[in-house]
């Protein structure tokens, strides 16, 4: 019942932008953190991105390009990418979690970006 639900990703060209977009919705309350994490073929997941309880970090790749933006009462959280590279290219997953009762995870489906000519 509790789902992320991302949008916005696509395909773009080298030096352009997209925005991601990521909603909360079901059962889900007193989220701490939301973020943004990326797998690209053959890579490991990491941390593009996040809000924790108020304090951004970014992943270094992408500081000063990317900028993430959180709305705590509508349980939303963007991704504004600004020049995209190849190497941006991945599959983006919208990451809340909540440490109350206990900590716990949640994770969207995923949205493909590609930064292609």
């Known amino acids: 019942q509790v789902q992320l639900v991302e949008s916005g990703g696509g395909l773009v060209q080298p030096g352009g932008s997209l925005r991601l977009s990521c909603a909360a919705s079901g059962s889900i309350f007193n989220i701490y953190a939301m973020g943004w994490y990326r797998q690209a073929p053959g890579k490991q997941r990491e941390l593009v991105a996040v809000?924790?309880?108020?304090?951004?970090n970014y992943a270094d790749s992408v500081k000063g390009r990317f900028t993430i933006s959180r709305d705590n009462a509508k349980n939303t959280v963007t991704l504004q990418m600004n020049s995209l590279k190849p190497e941006d290219t991945a599959v983006y997953y919208c990451?809340?979690?909540?440490?109350?009762?206990?900590?716990?995870?949640?994770w969207g489906q995923g949205t493909q970006v590609t930064v292609s000519s």
């Open positions: 990451n809340a979690i909540t440490i109350s009762p206990r900590r716990y995870d949640y």
């Open positions: 809000n924790s309880g108020g304090v951004i």
